[in-house]
């Protein structure tokens, strides 16, 4: 953490000559893809914060594509996983293959060994498989037999739910849910993008995009964005905004406490730090605003607010009441 004003000078500098580079990047890939910046640029800050994604949005949107151009300009590697009910914990991790030339065992790792996987369609594999990748994504490991193997770095899974068809899907545990740092909901383009991605997209090749950045240099400005400063007044404003969710009455909103079941876990806290830490390096900043705070608020908490029957009868979304939030806890 900068220290002095003279640091908080220097890494603000050093902030905005990166942010530079993030943002031609984030250019190639709009090269590809139209009118999805605010999605692109929440990819981005997964990335800086090496976090995991949920996109839920329907299909034909360009998500897929959107993550393999992202990781060609990156020059990161990809990887897409169909979920589907017959899929099994070996087919997303590898299993032991046994080689009878030499009578051992030896490992065959499965798609997840890779920097950025596409799980299309989460919500259909079965508990098993939610489990493997559960640790995959929370430990960055996997374990075949007995032994256990470093996932590549990094490793940023984005997840993907169709949220218009639900038979033949599996609710994903609250567990994995707050493993997830964002959740973005994609909607459709407006007519003039629609009309754009037609006139892009009509030949049989898709753009070509240029590498921009290596991998290693974005694990630089992740380590960086570790740094950026957070004056104590906005880590307080972070902090209440969690626990009004929780306390909904504290903050002068008794009218929607029948709706929140639970609030969100101090895990959002600590994704909320990172988010807005990565939102302000984004902008080319080395300090966070209140600003970055509200533009993540909703990416944050919308998974891991859980609404009650009344909520729902009443057609009440978590978006909703986090928009209450924002308007009613104080900013510094």
Avoid: W
């Amino acid at each position: 953490m900068a220290s002095s004003e003279a640091d908080l000078v220097a890494l603000n500098e050093t902030v905005r000559a990166e942010s530079l580079e993030v943002q031609a990047a984030l250019r190639e890939v709009k090269k590809v893809i139209v009118g999805q910046g605010a999605v692109l640029d929440r990819m981005m800050v997964a990335l800086l914060c090496r976090g995991h994604v949920l996109v839920e949005g329907v299909p034909g949107l360009a998500k897929t594509l959107a993550v393999r151009t992202l990781g060609h300009v990156l020059d990161l590697q990809f990887a897409r996983i169909q979920f589907t009910p017959d899929l099994l914990p070996a087919d997303l991790t590898g299993t032991m293959i046994y080689q009878q030339r030499t009578g051992e065992f030896v490992a065959r790792k499965g798609p997840v060994f890779t920097n950025l996987l596409l799980a299309d369609e989460i919500n259909r594999a079965p508990a098993k498989v939610q489990s493997a990748l559960l640790e995959s994504m929370q430990e960055r490991q996997v374990t075949l037999g007995d032994q256990t193997y470093k996932l590549p770095e990094p490793f940023l899974v984005f997840a993907t739910q169709n949220p218009i068809e639900q038979e033949g899907t599996y609710p994903l545990p609250e567990a994995q849910v707050d493993r997830f740092l964002l959740k973005v909901k994609i909607g459709y383009p407006k007519a003039e993008e629609e009309r754009a991605i037609l006139d892009r997209m009509a030949g049989s090749d898709v753009p070509p995009v240029a590498r921009v950045m290596s991998h290693e240099a974005l694990q630089r400005m992740a380590d960086r964005v570790l740094n950026v400063y957070m004056d104590e007044r906005i880590r307080d404003y972070m902090v209440a905004l969690v626990r009004a969710t929780r306390t909904p009455r504290d903050v002068g909103l008794a009218e929607v406490a029948h709706l929140i079941a639970f609030g969100a876990s101090p895990r959002a806290t600590l994704s909320f730090s990172l988010a807005a830490r990565a939102m302000a390096f984004l902008q080319g900043r080395g300090f966070v605003i209140p600003e970055d705070v509200k533009g993540v608020a909703l990416d944050v908490l919308r998974h891991r607010i859980l609404l009650t029957y009344e909520a729902e009868a009443e057609n009440v979304t978590t978006e909703q009441l986090v928009e209450r939030l924002l308007e009613r806890v104080e900013v510094p």
